[in-house]
């Protein structure tokens, strides 16, 4: 799987509409704020067209894609983190992705009502912001006099830990998301066991009027500078335009994509930020049986890539056999690749790169 990314925002914001049409699910998308009663969770392939030029190439028995699973949150809104609207609940899912998707209203209907009065984006976000922030001071609150009264005491955990806390703490109080603060890779892993929500991954989701595509009203350009701001990324769509692509063939789609002045989907869009935002590659194994897509973190030694199949693969991890995709296309054949002296071995400290495709070789 690519990766799990929770979709927030203040109610009739278009999160509901968003998740209906990248998903293709039917999440409730009402002018009501609290209709989404559970999150949904939707599985959407990854568009990748170089795993459909090897699925011809090899034709395989199956061909399967890597996936990113959307959850739809329900809308917060001031309070949240105190049990207002649907409360607790709903943020407590966002602990279990890697990604957030900030959706932010950047559109007038008159007929879908705004839940704070009237449309203003850097308003919106603080609000989210906030009740993240409460949320996770909550966390640190439960853990922290415990491990200050430990670290009094000598015990070598806990003084390691206290410093880190104390920065957290204070930055929450003050509503400054986890995110903005800088903490580095070793502080990171000391919090890592709260899944505080506030140090995961933003994107921002800038959801706008079809008429404003593709780059947006002057409203847009409040979500970017925050975007800007946390090192993050702003992605514009229209959800009435997503739920309307849904429904028309691939062909009617790059027509309608064309008269909007727009490359891709949105779902394209969006899923190419998270990857880009979380430092995801994917690499492909190929072979009569299975044309298949895999996603790993940049950076990821061969056996890590292997055991993303399965763990005996990295425990037994001998070598693996590497192709360019490119490559394979090109000369159309492994055998082709190998003559032309482009077929690697490779062994424990290779580097996975991003459209590599792999054969690994294990002991058992």
Same mark, same amino acid.
């Given at each position: ?176 998301? $986890?995110?903005?603060? /800088? =903490? &580095? ?6 919090? @890592?066991?709260?899944?505080? !929500? *506030?140090?995961? #991954? ?59 002045? $727009?490359?891709?989907? /949105? =779902? &394209? ?6 990857? @880009?935002?979380?430092?995801? !590659? *994917?690499?492909? #194994? ?79």
């Amino acid at each position: 799987m690519g990766f799990k990314c929770g979709i927030v925002g203040l109610p009739n914001v278009g999160k509901s509409t968003i998740f209906n049409a990248i998903a293709k699910a039917h999440a409730a998308a009402s002018n009501y704020p609290f209709c989404t009663i559970e999150p949904n969770v939707g599985m959407v392939p990854v568009p990748d067209p170089r795993l459909w030029e090897l699925s011809k190439l090899y034709k395989p028995q199956k061909t399967t894609p890597t996936t990113v699973e959307f959850y739809d949150i329900a809308g917060l809104v001031a309070g949240a983190s105190k049990g207002e609207g649907l409360g607790n609940q709903f943020l407590g899912h966002i602990k279990e992705v890697e990604a957030i998707l900030h959706v932010v209203r950047c559109f007038e209907d008159p007929n879908i009502v705004h839940v704070s009065g009237g449309i203003d984006p850097e308003r919106d976000m603080d609000v989210i912001d906030t009740e993240l922030c409460l949320k996770d001071l909550d966390t640190i609150n439960a853990r922290y006099e415990k491990t200050e009264k430990l670290a009094r005491t000598g015990d070598k955990d806990a003084k390691e830990k206290m410093p880190v806390y104390e920065k957290a703490k204070k930055a929450l109080e003050a509503g400054t998301p $986890l995110r903005r603060i /800088g =903490l &580095n890779e070793e502080e990171k892993k000391l919090v @890592k066991d709260m899944a505080f !929500i *506030t140090l995961k #991954t933003v994107l921002y989701c800038a959801n706008v009027a079809e008429k404003d595509l593709p780059t947006g009203g002057p409203w847009v350009e409040v979500v970017k500078k925050r975007a800007i701001a946390e090192n993050s990324q702003t992605v514009v769509i229209s959800g009435k335009v997503e739920s309307e692509l849904i429904d028309l063939s691939e062909e009617d789609q790059q027509v309608f994509l064309k008269e909007l002045g $727009l490359e891709e989907p /949105g =779902l &394209n869009a969006l899923i190419h930020a998270g990857y @880009k935002a979380l430092d995801l !590659i *994917t690499y492909f #194994t190929a072979g009569e049986k299975e044309v298949r897509a895999w996603t790993v973190r940049k950076g990821s030694k061969a056996p890590q890539a292997a055991g993303v199949i399965h763990s005996d693969f990295e425990r037994g991890f001998i070598r693996a056999e590497v192709m360019r995709c490119a490559d394979l296309l090109k000369y159309g054949s492994q055998a082709a690749v190998k003559e032309k002296g482009l077929l690697r071995i490779e062994g424990k400290e290779y580097e996975t790169q991003d459209g590599d495709v792999m054969l690994f070789r294990f002991s058992v």
